[in-house]
């Protein structure tokens, strides 16, 4: 459950647009907690100071002043120059900075507020909660249960009354909050990979019969108070959801982000010039797509969100790093990729047509990658797509500034070290484990697949004697016990290795679909695109059936980033083209076990729709009694001009349940069925540039959503 400042001081909104005084600043106080002195090491945090780094560098980059900026963050390293860093978040820190944060903020003033760590419950002390309960932020001297409340705890009001007092002076405020009150029932594969961003209050000494089994809490319930400013308050999840933070793929052994954090700079160091409300959606989005299944959806409210963010509404967007003998200054955090294409140059302000060399970046980290000096465009390529012509080496070694030509597609899979989750459950997983390092070191994979102890993509766990796998942050059954999918490997070395590399490619196929979503092709097809559900009335199920009357049904309404899908209930999709040319339109279905089905169009029927025409089809319901799960719709629309229609029924692919693998895809319609089926079968291919021509073409939306057991 998220710690929630916005419901206690979200103003009512009397600050007019556009009236910003000429003496209006912006200032920051940006909080990382990692390690509680005073708390058990296996719940300290890694990420905050990184994040709390990342974040303060941003601001200043974005224009912030270094000077308005002060970082209160254990162990943080790296600062732009100017940045005050006192010391760490402790509680007195703390406040104080927001207290001199509403000292001396003016009308017209913009006030950030980043907090990144640990959050908790205590029973309410003043009897305004609802739920009988204080959401608590844990600083960095945090103590323990005293009998009455948690030594040295933030509570939620002490930092309301503070935004208060800011939004009193007619200043506008956006607060920042990664951090959630409890960690959940999940089984993280690598603690020191994959954390919770919160602690549960009877780790602080609270009697269990003061702390809630609940992680959601009836904030929203209070009437907001009313004061000059706006705001605009940013969670890192829903009410449910947890807080997590991880290593990026790419990234450093330990060099953790929290999910929420990471995704929301990536973004803002992409396309800055955005509204709140716009980073919001771009960020669940992100995240949905970046992580295969559903981990955390990011939440924002405010009377301030259809601001620019920072005030930015004319910010550049900077695509230009700096770049020295292959080593470029940017990552994943500047939304860069593996297989993206960069022009050099030894003047940072030299035209586009003044490259002196090309290069693809080969391996991506968080604030840093590898680049290779490649020819491009390449004159004549090779059957195999392999380029003769000879780059440009002294060019390459002449270049100091890299732009970004084509973006890439990371097609590769990193796989966590398997981990056995209960040492004492008496199994013996040698065989499983020889079977999936005979898998991965393979000349079929090894290319294009690896292992690390963090920054994976897939978290590989050793239970009940099988090897099980899951892409939702570290989290083996999330969703229940034995939710996560199991492989069971016959006893021959042999065959059980090739069980493993056919599951493998089927996950590398799954991922690889994902991030095709997430890249930069384009919406310029026209094709607007909306997910419905009808939820299903009591009386719509009887018997393990669903009824197949429609009064039996509420009308169906636009689902949510996140929608949480009961038994019987009804997903639609409406599909209106608003293009000029036609769109031939697939929606298939990745299942928590890896497995891709086409969902529309049906046999026979034509998935064709032309310019300023609609679509509106039911293309799934749940069946009473499914298992809890996380699972994707992936739209893909392509131009159905000048051609037979186009159906990419030729990426489905059976879950990892199954003992085999299926066929290859089938021949390539064009280049940009090759991109995407070819790309997503051929291991030997660990990424791919997408060519602005392909960009134009090509519109792939991912919709998550979980289903619940029952309704």
Not at 178 to 195: I, K
Not at 588 to 611: E, K, M, Y
Not at 623 to 635: C, H, I, K, M
Request: negative net charge; contains cysteine.
């Amino acid at each position: 459950m998220i710690v929630r400042l916005g419901r206690l001081c979200v103003c009512a909104g009397m600050f007019l647009f556009g009236c910003v005084p000429v003496h209006a600043e912006t200032t920051a106080l940006v909080v990382g907690v990692s390690g509680y002195p005073n708390l058990p090491e296996a719940i300290h945090l890694v990420g905050p100071k990184n994040d709390a780094r990342e974040v303060a560098n941003t601001l200043v980059r974005l224009g912030v002043p270094a000077r308005d900026v002060t970082v209160l963050a254990d162990g943080v390293k790296d600062l732009v120059t100017g940045i005050a860093a006192p010391g760490p978040g402790t509680r007195q820190a703390i406040l104080s900075g927001l207290d001199r944060l509403a000292d001396t903020a003016r009308e017209g003033d913009l006030v950030i507020f980043y907090f990144s760590g640990h959050g908790s419950q205590q029973p309410d002390l003043n009897g305004d909660e609802e739920g009988g309960l204080d959401q608590i932020f844990l600083p960095y001297d945090i103590g323990r249960w005293n009998g009455e409340s948690v030594d040295r705890a933030i509570i939620d009001d002490e930092l309301g009354q503070r935004v208060q007092r800011i939004l009193d002076k007619g200043a506008d405020f956006f607060g920042i909050i990664d951090a959630c009150h409890s960690a959940s029932g999940f089984r993280d594969v690598l603690g020191d990979d994959a954390r919770a961003r919160g602690v549960d209050p009877v780790d602080l000494g609270e009697p269990a019969d003061k702390a809630s089994p609940q992680r959601s809490i009836a904030l929203e319930q209070k009437p907001p108070p009313k004061g000059r400013g706006r705001a605009a308050f940013f969670y890192a999840a829903q009410t449910t959801e947890v807080a997590l933070e991880k290593t990026p793929k790419g990234a450093e052994d330990g060099e953790s982000y929290g999910v929420f954090t990471y995704t929301m700079l990536s973004r803002l160091n992409q396309t800055p010039n955005l509204t709140y409300r716009t980073l919001h959606q771009a960020v669940v989005a992100d995240i949905k797509r970046n992580t295969l299944m559903a981990t955390q959806t990011p939440d924002l409210e405010g009377t301030l969100i259809d601001d620019p963010v920072l005030r930015l509404g004319n910010a550049p967007v900077v695509r230009q790093w700096p770049i020295y003998a292959g080593d470029l200054q940017a990552g994943q955090l500047a939304g860069l990729t593996d297989g993206t294409i960069v022009s050099l140059y030894t003047d940072p302000a030299a035209p586009d047509g003044d490259a002196v060399a090309h290069g693809v970046i080969e391996s991506t980290g968080a604030t840093r990658s590898v680049v290779t000096q490649i020819a491009w465009p390449c004159p004549v390529a090779l059957k195999d797509g392999a380029c003769p012509a000879v780059p440009d080496e002294a060019g390459f070694k002449r270049g100091r500034f890299a732009r970004v030509v084509e973006p890439g597609v990371d097609f590769s899979v990193t796989l966590s070290k398997p981990v056995r989750l209960d040492p004492a459950d008496g199994r013996d997983y040698a065989p499983a484990i020889g079977a999936l390092r005979a898998a991965v070191t393979s000349d079929a994979l090894s290319r294009r697949v690896s292992l690390r102890s963090s920054g994976y993509d897939i978290a590989v766990a050793l239970v009940d004697g099988k090897l099980a796998f899951s892409a939702t942050g570290g989290q083996v059954d999330q969703n229940g016990p034995g939710s996560s999918p199991r492989l069971t490997l016959p006893d021959n070395p042999s065959a059980a290795a090739s069980t493993v590399a056919a599951a493998i490619g089927r996950m590398a196929r799954a991922l690889a679909l994902q991030r095709l979503g997430r890249s930069a092709a384009g919406q310029a097809i026209g094709l607007d695109t909306r997910m419905l559900i009808a939820k299903a009335k009591p009386r719509a199920v009887a018997a393990a059936t669903c009824s197949g009357d429609r009064a039996d049904y509420e009308p169906p309404v636009e689902a949510g980033p996140a929608p949480r899908l009961g038994d019987c209930d009804i997903i639609s999709v409406k599909m209106s083209n608003g293009g000029a040319k036609p769109a031939d339109v697939t929606v298939l279905l990745i299942g928590q076990d890896f497995s891709i089905t086409t969902l529309w169009p049906a046999q026979g029927t034509i998935n064709r729709i032309a310019p300023g025409d609609e679509k509106n089809p039911d293309i799934a319901q749940i069946e009473p009694g499914s298992a809890a799960s996380d699972q994707r719709l992936v739209l893909i629309a392509v131009p159905g001009l000048g051609k037979a229609h186009t159906v990419f029924d030729n990426l489905e692919q059976e879950g990892l349940r199954d003992a085999t693998m299926g066929s290859a895809a089938s021949s390539e319609l064009s280049d940009l069925q090759d991109l995407v089926s070819t790309g997503l079968n051929d291991m030997t291919r660990t990424s791919a540039s997408i060519s602005p021509r392909i960009d134009e073409e090509m519109s792939i939306d991912i919709r998550p959503f979980t289903t619940v057991t029952g309704k």
